[in-house]
C-alpha cells in the first residue's frame, strides 16, 4: 500500500468519529424538537435550519463575502505584525525580557468591552473590525513564532556559529526552519480566532457580514436563519482551518514525513 493511499486512510478514520458524533446530535436535535413540538422562534429544529439556510443562500453568501475580506485583511495585518515582533525579539534577548510580560498582559484585555470602542473611534469601516481580528490573532501567532524560535535545534546552531556564520544566516538555515511546526501550529489557533473574531466585530458594528445578519435575524426572532449563519461560519472555520494543513505541506514537506516516521 501506496504512503499517500495510507495517509488518506488515516486521515478518514480520524474524520469518521466526528461525523458520527455529530450525525447523532443532529438525529437527537430533530427528535426532540419533533418530540417536544417546540417553537421554531425558540429552537429550529435542524431540517428546518437546512431548508430556511438554502432558501436564503443569497442573503447568506452576500454577508459571508464581507467576512471573508475583513478576516483576510485582519489577519493579514496580524500576520506582519507577529512576523515582525518575533524576529525583533528573536534577535534581541533584550526586547524578549521587555515585550514578553506585554504580550501576556494584552490577553487580559477584555475584547468585548474594546471593541465597542473601536467602532466609536473609527466608525463602521474596515478599520476597526481589522483592528478586533489583529488583537484577537496577534498573541498566538507572535508567541507561537517566538517559542519555535527558541527552541531551535543548538547543536546546529552551535555547528554554523563555529563555522563562522552570521546571526542572520543561522537565522536563515536554523532557526527559521525549525520554528516553522511551531508557526502553523500557532496559525492553525489563530485562524479560527480571526473568523470568530471577524463575527464579533460585525456583530459589534457593521453595514453587511454574517454578524449583523444574525444581529438582524436575531431581532427577528429567525433563530433558524441565526444557526444558517452559525453553521456557514463553523464552515469557514474548518475550511480555513485545513487549508493551513495543505499550505504546510507545500511549506515544509519534511515535517509531515517526519511524523509518519515517528
Do not use: C
Not at 480520524?14 to 426532540?32: D, F, I, N
Not at 483576510?72 to 525580557?97: K, Q, T, Y
Not at 552570521?166 to 511546526?181: C, D, E, I, T
Amino acid at each position: 500500500m501506496s504512503v499517500r493511499r495510507t495517509g488518506g486512510l488515516r486521515t478518514v478514520s480520524a474524520v469518521v468519529p466526528s461525523l458520527v458524533l455529530v450525525a447523532l446530535g443532529l438525529v437527537a436535535w430533530q427528535w426532540y424538537v419533533t418530540a417536544a413540538d417546540v417553537r421554531p422562534q425558540i429552537l429550529p429544529s435542524p431540517l428546518r435550519v437546512a431548508t430556511q439556510g438554502w432558501a436564503f443562500r443569497e442573503q447568506l453568501w452576500a454577508n459571508t463575502l464581507p467576512t471573508l475580506q475583513v478576516t483576510a485583511v485582519g489577519f493579514g495585518v496580524s500576520l506582519a505584525l507577529g512576523w515582525a515582533l518575533a524576529v525583533a525579539v528573536d534577535f534581541s534577548p533584550w526586547l524578549r525580557r521587555a515585550l514578553t510580560p506585554l504580550l501576556v498582559a494584552s490577553q487580559t484585555l477584555p475584547i468585548i468591552a474594546i471593541a465597542p470602542l473601536l467602532i466609536i473611534w473609527f466608525g463602521f469601516g474596515l478599520l476597526p473590525k481589522v483592528l478586533v481580528i489583529a488583537l484577537v490573532t496577534f498573541f498566538p501567532i507572535a508567541v507561537g513564532l517566538i517559542e519555535g524560535f527558541a527552541a531551535t535545534d543548538r547543536q546546529a546552531t552551535n555547528l554554523l556559529r563555529s563555522m563562522g556564520a552570521s546571526r542572520w544566516k543561522q537565522f536563515r538555515y536554523v532557526r527559521l526552519p525549525g520554528a516553522m511546526p511551531s508557526f502553523f501550529t500557532a496559525l492553525r489557533i489563530g485562524i479560527t480566532y480571526a473568523v470568530t473574531g471577524a463575527i464579533f466585530a460585525e456583530y459589534v458594528g457593521a453595514t453587511a457580514g454574517l454578524g449583523i445578519f444574525m444581529s438582524l435575524q436575531k431581532n427577528s426572532f429567525r433563530t433558524d436563519l441565526v444557526l444558517a449563519a452559525v453553521v456557514v461560519t463553523a464552515l469557514l472555520s474548518v475550511t480555513l482551518f485545513v487549508l493551513t494543513y495543505l499550505v504546510q505541506r507545500l511549506v515544509i514537506p519534511w515535517h509531515g514525513k517526519e511524523r509518519r516516521r515517528a
